[in-house]
């Protein structure tokens, strides 16, 4: 079916009026929503978004943004005085920090998506938004051709735990890099939109500071609620991309 027809009726599924969007910020006002995830213009966007994370005083963070900003220079070592050339000034001196340092991580592995993460989330009790969404985006770094790539979104995920605005923000961009590039396996990223807008858990009846206050913590209601709205913020970014005219782009529907 249509991608866009289908992003439409999940609008209406989940109520946009009692959605809280503008949380997650504008993830498109003044810049293209697509990157060529293997251009200089994506690391030298990666490294602007991480440097204040680097700048962070809790050193599990600095550390975690310095680990990203280093795989990204490696990865593109041909190009590194070019990217330094489009960084501001800020950004070129958080590399400059990173060069004489060096961390190692853990390779992360993608979840297996036979069924949606959501449910299987709320099937065993895990409520943590911040999981679902680290998970999710692992699944979709995976469907990535390049592997020098993979590896940067992959480094990228370590400062998820940190700066949650950087994970929903990364995630439609790969998303849509997927669609222009017919990588993206849709009926994983349709099964996991739908789990989300069909469940009957009653977000629409739940006031939105109720929900997010110590009392819900970590519960079906308050995952249900911020996928929800993340849900939203994903359709939205695909219907403004649809909306404007972009060079070599298929249509999604």
């Known amino acids: 079916g ?45 490294i602007e978004k991480l440097k204040n994370s680097l700048l962070s005083d809790r050193q599990s963070e600095s550390e975690a943004a310095s680990y990203a900003i280093q795989v990204i220079l490696k990865t593109n070592e041909k190009y590194v005085s070019q990217i330094s050339r489009e960084l501001s000034d800020q950004a070129r001196k958080a590399v400059d920090l990173c060069k004489n340092t060096g961390y190692v991580a853990n390779q992360r592995n993608s979840p297996t998506m036979t069924t949606p993460l959501y449910i299987r989330f709320k099937n065993e009790g895990q409520y943590s938004y911040n999981e679902w969404l680290d998970k999710f985006f692992l699944a979709l770094a995976a469907m990535v051709e390049k592997d ?71 519960s079906i209601q308050t995952l249900h609620l911020q996928c929800s709205n993340f849900v ?18 298929y249509d999604l529907g």
């Open 148 to 218: 020098s790539v993979r590896k940067i979104l992959h480094a990228c995920t370590f400062n998820f735990k940190f700066n949650l605005k950087f994970a929903e923000y990364l995630l439609p961009i790969v998303l849509i890099n997927l669609i222009v590039t017919r990588r993206a396996d849709m009926s994983i990223i349709r099964n996991e939109i739908m789990a989300i807008v069909s469940d009957t858990t009653g977000v629409s009846s739940q006031d939105y500071d109720t929900v997010l206050n110590d009392d819900y913590e970590h």
């Open 2 to 46: 249509s991608v866009v027809a289908e992003c439409l009726g999940i609008i209406g599924a989940v109520n946009p009026v009692r959605l809280n969007h503008l949380i997650y910020g504008n993830i498109a006002e003044s810049q293209s929503l697509y990157f060529d995830l293997e251009g200089t213009s994506f690391s030298v966007n990666l």
């Open 232 to 249: 939203f913020c994903l359709i939205d970014s695909l219907l403004r991309f649809k909306s404007r005219p972009q060079p070599e782009i």
